[in-house]
């Protein structure tokens, strides 16, 4: 079976998702790029190829254009300006908004009818005009949403309590950007309440130092692209593995109307099914306060 793979900007973060597949044991077989840089993005898939020979997994990788969507099990939106140094998420939503209708249309034009995962930002809002322009059902788009942030939630966790990252039971939700925030309430390790591990003036901390981690980065690099390459990789195993998954992805909300982040079931239909999260009262109005924040965003264009 053919689980072809196609990542729309080669740039930083679509090359670090390719490199990332080529390292860990996927369902990938296929892999094509496309970038309007065709010069540098053969490059690309010369050196990829490259790797073959100590890579876990067999891949055709290859350079292609919109026709390689056809029969593509799944479209990876990486293109798209990037966030600078003093930008918000949200500063890039009208350049990338018209660069997304062209790549949109190119794509479904080929007879595309698999699954779009959405990495460019501002995520939510860009995810929800993948899923405008396509005319896909909800389920076959998703973005990456907060999945990255989630990572960044577990591993200073870890970092501050000693124990394994993966063994966190800790999510950010809401929009990918400045309103998400982590619901304490629902957190846990080994069903102990993440009360017992830490304080309120250290959860706060935690939750301000995942909410300023890409600024920081950008600050001292330029760009983030190694944490979403890896949580790309991960959602795309859960599709075409069938995983059924738990991740924090970005996914359709049918009362708002929007793309926002709580846990959800990813499987290879996409996203089966949002978890319903109970918040508390604060949680609540901060999860308000996020779908505010995607809807103005949205009406603004």
């Not at 309007?36 to 067999?58: F, Q, R, W």
């Not at 005009?129 to 200073?156: C, E, F, M, W």
């Not at 501050?160 to 309103?179: F, R």
Request: with cysteine; charged share 20%.
């Amino acid at each position: 079976m053919k689980n072809k793979v196609i990542i729309i900007g080669c740039g930083n973060v679509g090359m670090s998702y390719a490199y990332a597949i080529l390292n860990q044991k996927t369902y990938v077989n296929e892999l094509v790029l496309i970038d309007i840089n065709i010069k540098k993005t053969e490059g690309e898939v010369m050196d990829l190829n490259h790797c073959l020979a100590y890579s876990p997994s067999k891949i055709n990788i290859k350079l292609g254009d919109y026709s390689d969507c056809k029969d593509a099990k799944i479209v990876v939106i990486a293109a798209g300006a990037n966030q600078n140094v003093g930008e918000t998420r949200m500063d890039l939503i009208h350049k990338n908004s018209v660069i997304f209708k062209s790549i949109v249309d190119s794509v479904m034009n080929s007879g595309f009818n698999g699954i779009f995962l959405v990495a460019t930002n501002p995520l939510d809002v860009m995810t929800y005009l993948t899923y405008k322009y396509s005319n896909l059902p909800h389920n076959q788009v998703l973005g990456t949403g907060t999945t990255l942030d989630t990572a960044r939630l577990r591993y200073i966790i870890s970092e501050k309590v000693g124990i394994g990252p993966k063994d966190i039971q800790a999510y950010v939700v809401g929009e990918h950007g400045d309103s998400e925030f982590v619901p304490w309430s629902n957190a846990n390790i080994a069903l102990k309440s993440m009360n017992y591990y830490l304080s309120e003036e250290e959860k706060l901390k935690i939750e301000n130092d995942v909410r300023n981690s890409a600024y920081e980065i950008i600050n001292r690099k330029g760009a983030t692209y190694y944490g979403i390459g890896m949580c790309l990789v991960r959602i795309t195993n859960a599709i075409l593995g069938d995983e059924n998954v738990i991740l924090s992805v970005s996914a359709y909300d049918k009362e708002n109307d929007i793309y926002i982040s709580t846990p959800a079931i990813v499987n290879s239909t996409g996203v089966k099914e949002k978890i319903f999260v109970p918040f508390n009262n604060e949680e609540t109005e901060k999860i308000k306060n996020s779908i505010k924040v995607i809807k103005e965003a949205i009406d603004s264009l």
